[in-house]
């Protein structure tokens, strides 16, 4: 993509409305805009990374057998009050009447219509198990939107849902989300700790909360040091096999949220306790038969009695996601990707627009990293080169290649990291090698 044709609206000042980092870096990057409170459009760049968060969350949800559905963010009132919930949910829901005054409502989440979808369709324990999940807007009329796409009023939530024959079940299957965050939260860079939770109004026995560790999270949380070390994608899993020993190694380490937390009785020692802020990226419950049982979502089994679903639901921030990479992720001159999210690899940048050198050397590159599979952003506008290089930093693609004219003339090009700022001239083939190396 040449930047001269892209729609990149960039900020000079700092947005006077924004108080965290990531919400700052969103606006001035031009990757969102706001519409109205805790309500945003996507532009191209923060689109693209948008997307890169969906596409890793999709794949380790395929991979732990979970099937993807759609399903819709305009829900009736009558699934809500079947399980009760319709009085309960208060202000934070978005009602709305239709033209036949019907009572509809723009959906917080999806247990109720799940559960409606899955006692339909399945009535034999010869159907079960099963994982449903889908990438879909939400709307929660928070009393305070804020901090940009991190606390928004409609957000893009991953949510999954389990059915099982009976309690074994469908601790496996949450057996295979908890491992399936921890893969996803570490394919994007981040080191996730899951952190007993409590389980709130969806209610239920076991739930665990993944929390990112950044100064500006909401919530105060411990943890054992020894968490920061822990390489989770060095694990080989088998999801078809036992996961416990996973589940058991990975809650065994201390780790807690401030409301569950007692510093009276908390095994770890000053020490080793690491006592921070956390964003909560992700959210998963076993809650039983507490949706089943009042929604008559029922199997039956061989000896022809019929027994309620044990379920389980599994939420996933997608579109919090993004600004929590870049509280985690970024320094004085902007945000840094990491690659697996990065909108593109390489930022190409060419420091004289008027020399018709450097214009031929940069076009070919430009070809020949496209050529090879590599998304670029190429710089070709008429600006100065420290504007060029602000943008660049600004908008954090992991490389920069740099094209000037000394560097034409002597064969080489100036490559960038992002991230260690380590800069290297390097012959053009070794700069390409440098870029798509691991
Ligand atoms: P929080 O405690 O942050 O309000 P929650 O516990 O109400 O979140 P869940 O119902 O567990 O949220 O939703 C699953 C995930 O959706 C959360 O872990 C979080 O990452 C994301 N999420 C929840 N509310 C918002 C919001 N207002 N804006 C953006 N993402 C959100
Ligand atoms: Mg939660």
């Not at 509809?104 to 339909?120: H, K, S």
Request: glycine share 8%; with cysteine.
């Amino acid at each position: 993509m040449r930047l001269s044709q892209y729609f990149l609206p960039l900020l000079r000042e700092n947005p006077a409305e924004a108080q965290i980092v990531s919400h700052r870096l969103m606006l001035r990057a031009g990757m969102i805009r706001q519409s109205s409170a805790g309500i945003y459009s996507w532009l191209p760049l923060g689109h693209r990374v948008l997307k890169r968060v969906e596409q890793i969350v999709r794949e380790e949800q395929d991979r732990s057998g979970a099937q993807e559905i759609l399903m819709p963010t305009i829900q009736p009132a009558e699934l809500w009050r079947e399980s009760g919930r319709y009085d309960d949910y208060g202000d934070e829901m978005l009602r709305i009447t239709d033209r036949h005054k019907r009572q509809m409502l723009y959906g917080p989440t999806n247990e109720e219509m799940i559960t409606e979808i899955v006692r339909a369709a399945i009535k034999s324990y010869r159907d079960l198990p099963k994982n449903l999940y889908h990438i879909q807007w939400k709307f929660r009329d928070e009393v305070r939107p804020r901090f940009g796409v991190m606390r928004g009023r409609e957000f893009l939530m991953k949510d999954a849902y389990s059915f099982d024959l009976d309690a074994t079940s469908a601790k496996h299957a949450y057996n295979k989300m908890f491992v399936a965050y921890l893969r996803t939260f570490a394919r994007m860079g981040l080191k996730a700790i899951p952190m007993r939770a409590d389980t709130g109004p969806i209610g239920g026995e076991l739930s665990h909360e993944f929390q990112i560790l950044a100064d500006t999270g909401e919530s105060e949380v411990y943890c054992d040091k020894a968490w920061l070390e822990t390489d989770i994608l060095a694990e080989e899993v088998d999801y078809d096999g036992d996961l416990e020993p996973f589940f058991k190694q990975w809650t065994a380490r201390y780790a807690a949220t401030d409301e569950m937390h007692d510093a009276a009785k908390c095994p770890v020692p000053a020490n080793e306790l690491v006592a921070a802020r956390g964003i909560e990226v992700g959210h998963i419950f076993n809650f039983g038969t507490k949706y089943s049982k009042p929604m008559g979502a029922v199997v039956s089994l061989a000896d022809g009695s019929s027994v309620p679903l044990e379920m389980g639901s599994y939420g996933i921030g997608v579109s919090r996601l993004v600004g929590a990479l870049i509280e985690a992720n970024h320094d004085d001159g902007g945000i840094i990707w990491p690659r697996s999210v990065a909108p593109f690899d390489v930022g190409l940048v060419n420091l004289r627009g008027g020399d018709a050198k450097c214009v031929a050397a940069a076009n070919e590159l430009y070809g020949k990293l496209r050529e090879g599979g590599v998304t670029v952003l190429y710089d070709d506008r008429d600006e100065s080169p420290g504007a060029k290089f602000a943008t660049m930093d600004l908008i954090g693609l992991p490389w920069q290649l740099i094209v000037g004219p000394r560097g034409v003339a002597a064969g080489t090009l100036e490559v960038k990291n992002r991230r260690t700022g380590e800069r290297q001239d390097l012959p053009v083939d070794a700069a390409l090698n440098r870029i798509v190396a691991p």
